[in-house]
């Protein structure tokens, strides 16, 4: 049995409800939207439109609760810590479980996921200030808009890491190889470029030290389509709470090649 | 003005329908399916989940007829030099211009094409058979299953060009980096390990001399699309004629950054 797979049937037999950054580690995590299937193909679009913030890793169609690629056997209703409910634009309610509220029209859409690049950029020497901080990785809303597709829209969200100049170079070529969790950053430097105020108050996640002679780095961000959720304003969707992943059976390392297989 | 708008308006103006292979050298092209809104969410997830064969370049909604990101100011329904109509899964005319058949819940989906890494290929001192012997490039039907989605299933069609094994691993590595057009091939060598029956006898485009020492090498094929169209049926679809490709104003080497810029 994968530790992915133990870990998913501790989480739908209710034993563990808690953030999954750095459990069944060297298994790919996903964040998850679930929207009706009236919305299905513009979040699709959306997706496709804006590869960077929203990588799309496996769709479920309608009538269906299993990601089949990316985990055999899993029951998306009931296999994430901790599910967001959006109700007409506003987060309602979080819970552990929402199979009582899944319809037959639900569309679920899997996106990858910056903890799978944290890793390689640890094997590379490198150090993760939120990390080290033991908090939450800052994120930012930016001036940067998304690409539209029927209801969603609205700005980008990145998340922040401090590097020195030497040492975010590294980081984009580390990142840059793996498209399918956010890849290479898309801003360094001067928040007030893309529109961001205050880098010490975040609007999602912590805060965290910038020293001397280090930059803020900023890679698209998989809130991103959340906030495009609320301004879509559906009269029903679902998410993962934030940190609170879908685990799945892939390991990291098959991630360049998810894509690119044909069997 | 661009010699791909230059293109563009010759196709339009019916002064140009023939095949575009090699015309408005370094600007990408692109393979071309329409069909209805009502499947155009299963269309898009095929494209979703069959990467190697169908790279999604651009998506264009209902009630428009203009790729806004390939091409700005292009008419969908007059700039490919030669459309083919299918209707309830066959192929029932061809076409220069498909305006008097537009309708206004036509979605478009536009498909890198194999034709953006010829160029590079012959940059890397590569011989591409079907060119020195001046035609269509030999496509198979393998026994390669696409995943399906919705109405759309059938076979992967592959492309080949011969190689030496040592330039089999320069191709290999030249398109791996070009994903967006195809990417790395898809099978080399023995052609009955995909199901291919008769080298000598290509299902689609010209067969090409094989030489001693040398291996057929398989690239994924945007006529597989075409394949899972004639499965699905539909009342009706559009696409280009094979050789004669939508052409864009992006650059061949803007492709790598396609899909991962946010601006």
Same mark, same amino acid.
């Given at each position: ?43 699709? =679009? ?32 009931? #296999? ?7 109700? #007409? ?32 950029? =640890? #094997? ?53 190889? =793996? ?20 880098? #010490? ?53 098959? =991630? ?8």
């Amino acid at each position: 049995m994968h530790p992915s797979q133990e870990l998913r049937a501790a989480i739908r037999g209710g034993r563990f409800d808690k953030p999954t950054s750095g459990k069944a580690p060297g298994y790919v995590q996903a964040n998850l939207v679930i929207v009706p299937q009236a919305h299905a193909f513009d979040f699709l =679009l959306f997706c496709q439109r804006n590869q960077k913030p929203c990588p799309l890793l496996e769709v479920v169609e309608a009538g269906q609760r299993e990601a089949k690629r990316l985990a055999p056997g899993s029951d998306l209703s009931r #296999d994430i810590p901790r599910y967001r409910v959006f109700r #007409d634009g506003s987060m309602t309610e979080e819970r552990t479980d929402v199979s009582d509220l899944w319809r037959n029209d639900f569309v679920s859409f899997l996106l990858g996921c910056s903890f799978s690049f944290e890793k390689p950029l =640890l #094997d590379a020497g490198l150090e993760i200030r939120n990390l080290t901080c033991g908090v939450n990785v800052p994120m930012y809303r930016t001036a940067i808009p998304t690409r539209p597709a029927g209801a969603f829209s609205g700005p980008l969200v990145v998340s922040m890491r401090p590097f020195t100049p030497e040492q975010a170079i590294k980081a984009a070529l580390v990142t840059g190889k =793996l498209p399918e969790v956010h890849g290479a950053p898309i801003h360094q430097g001067d928040p007030g470029a893309i529109g961001i105020r205050a880098i #010490d108050r975040p609007e999602y996640g912590d805060p965290v030290p910038i020293r001397a002679g280090e930059i803020p780095v900023f890679w698209a961000c998989g809130v991103t389509p959340q906030e495009a959720l609320l301004n879509a304003k559906l009269p029903l969707a679902i998410t993962h709470a934030p940190g609170h992943m879908f685990v799945s059976d892939i390991r990291e390392e098959e =991630l360049p090649f998810f894509h690119y297989s044909v069997r």
